[in-house]
């Protein structure tokens, strides 16, 4: 079982950053891949980002070149650096690692740009 618990949502400015991290805990043994996806109000959850075991990401096409993903495998962290957000940023973002096979979610953080 892994335990995912996120921090760094918040209220921010257009143009300002926010970074989120999301630490693991538990049987965190053959990770595949851990990332980000976000949910606004009234749409389907859709994929901001991921890191996969090997090091390679992958970005949304909204986030590119805004959106940095990293990890720290000693802190058995993963980050997402949000900058130049938009007021359509805005949304709960959840963390996932993906570890032998199995899906497993943060609880969300709500991140709201004003505009």
């Known amino acids: 079982q892994v335990h995912l618990v996120e921090s760094g949502g918040g209220l921010v400015q257009a143009g300002g950053s926010l970074r989120l991290s999301c630490a693991a805990s538990?049987?965190?043994?053959?990770?595949?891949?851990m990332g980000w996806y976000l949910q606004a109000p009234g749409k389907q959850r859709e994929l901001v980002a991921v890191i996969k075991s090997g090091g390679s990401t992958n970005y949304a096409d909204s986030v590119k070149g805004r959106f940095t993903i990293s990890r720290d495998n000693a802190k058995n962290t993963v980050s997402l650096q949000m900058n130049s957000l938009k007021p359509e940023d805005t949304a709960v973002y959840y963390c996932y690692w993906v570890v032998k096979g199995v899906l497993y979610w943060g609880q969300g953080t709500q991140v709201t740009v004003s505009s």
């Open positions: 538990g049987s965190i043994f053959g990770i595949n891949a």
